[in-house]
């Protein structure tokens, strides 16, 4: 979701470049030179390309989304989608943003592979972390705690 050249700015934009806000306004054509080029759309732009009015939301109300990582259709938005609370929100309740996959998982996919990511949070489920739990364990057995004993 960025600006490529030739796409014509349906909303005006402020973009922030060296600590300087550039102002584009409504049906200015991005061209090579501009500095929106490859830069990222932003929240607001994209929801308003969506239709939606973001008048007087926040950007983020810091509520924690809650999802469960078995099944995307078990998605638990907390939040009226009638009168959403913040932009990220209104974004989230979007079903082609809950359903899209990542890119990684689309080009291990199309090679032929599963691609199953660890659920965030579960560390028990991680190799890498019991693996570190029995080498520290090995070490509290063995260590004499002191910086020759180790």
């Known amino acids: 979701m960025v600006f490529k050249e030739g796409d014509v700015l349906e909303f005006d934009v402020a973009f922030k470049a060296d600590r300087k806000v550039i102002q584009f306004e409504?049906?200015?054509?991005?061209?090579?030179?501009?500095?929106?080029?490859?830069?990222?759309?932003?929240?607001?732009?994209?929801?308003q390309e969506r239709g939606f009015s973001v008048k007087g939301l926040p950007r983020n109300c810091n509520r924690k989304r809650q999802a469960s990582w078995k099944d995307d259709d078990d998605v638990e938005l907390p939040f009226d989608s009638a009168?959403?609370?913040?932009?990220l929100c209104q974004l989230a309740d979007c079903e082609d943003f809950r359903t899209e996959k990542p890119?990684?998982?689309?080009?291990?996919e199309s090679l032929g592979h599963k691609c199953i990511f660890f659920p965030k949070f579960h560390p028990e489920l991680n190799f890498i972390e019991r693996f570190w739990s029995h080498v520290k364990r090995e070490l509290r057995k063995t260590c004499e705690y002191t910086l020759n004993g180790f």
Do not use: F, W
């Not at 991005?30 to 929801?47: E, F, N, Q, T």
């Open 26 to 47: 409504k049906g200015t054509t991005v061209d090579r030179s501009s500095p929106l080029i490859d830069a990222p759309k932003g929240l607001r732009y994209v929801l």
């Open 83 to 87: 009168k959403p609370c913040c932009m």
């Open 103 to 108: 890119t990684l998982q689309n080009l291990i």
